[in-house]
């Protein structure tokens, strides 16, 4: 069965700095997602990653997938407050069922 | 109209209650999921429609009876609920099954007491 891996779990960031969120899966997929989750809400979607390769940008998020490697980042420059969430890469699992695995999630916290 | 709408936001129920979740959507999208959140942890899914036909179940108890009267509505009914089902409830849906990207509802925070 698929698992989907995140590091790290909790991320303490200081403005202005660059970080990096990485995410691993274990077996072949055909697409992978990134979410931003706040507190008491709902699933933000921020990225759909579709080939080997891929990036995409969006503000201070960059997101990139090597399929090769099983392997996403979420590359935050610059970070800000308004960036603190929690983020979960997912993966598109079983073809025809469309079934999601998330990952463990990262919660960012920016501080001043 | 691009969004999936769900009702109630939040839901408080006793342990012998019975009550019903309900998703929307006017998308023409032909698939429709129910996860659950718990805190601090990532969404699960619980069940798949497509096409108004249940295609996945995934292991879920009895207690929660998914039910898809057309393409545009998901009800989740919820009957004799344990005090560990509190969680949000997150409603999506996609234009198809075959690695549609899925969208997400507002999600109703349940609290079974």
């Known amino acids: 069965e698929l698992k989907v891996e995140q590091n790290p779990l909790f991320l303490s960031m200081q403005e202005g700095k660059n970080y990096t969120i990485y995410c691993n899966y274990s077996?072949?997929?055909?697409?992978l997602y990134w979410y931003r989750q706040d507190p008491g809400k709902s699933l933000e979607s921020l990225f759909v990653?579709?080939?080997?390769?891929a990036v995409k940008q969006e503000g201070r998020l960059m997101a990139s997938l090597d399929t090769k490697a099983r392997l996403s980042t979420l590359h935050i420059t610059a970070a800000v407050h308004d960036l603190s969430a929690t983020y979960f890469c997912a993966v598109s699992w079983g073809g025809a069922t469309n079934k999601l695995i998330f990952g463990t999630g990262t919660l960012l916290a920016v501080q001043p | 109209d691009t969004e999936v709408t769900q009702t109630p936001k939040h839901l408080v129920m006793g342990m012998t209650n019975k009550k019903s979740l309900k998703c929307e959507q006017h998308?023409?999208?032909?698939?429709m999921y129910w996860y659950k959140q718990k805190a601090k942890k990532p969404p699960e899914l619980m069940f798949v429609y497509s096409y108004e036909k249940l295609s996945i179940n995934e292991s879920v108890p009895s207690r929660f009876s998914p039910e898809c009267p057309n393409s545009s509505l998901l009800n989740l009914h919820l009957h004799a609920l344990q005090p560990e089902d509190s969680a949000l409830y997150l409603c999506a849906s996609s234009y198809g099954t075959a690695n549609n990207e899925q969208f997400f509802g507002p999600g109703t925070r349940l609290t079974v007491l």
């Open positions: 998308m023409g999208h032909r698939a």
């Open positions: 077996t072949t997929s055909d697409r």
């Open positions: 990653l579709l080939s080997n390769g």
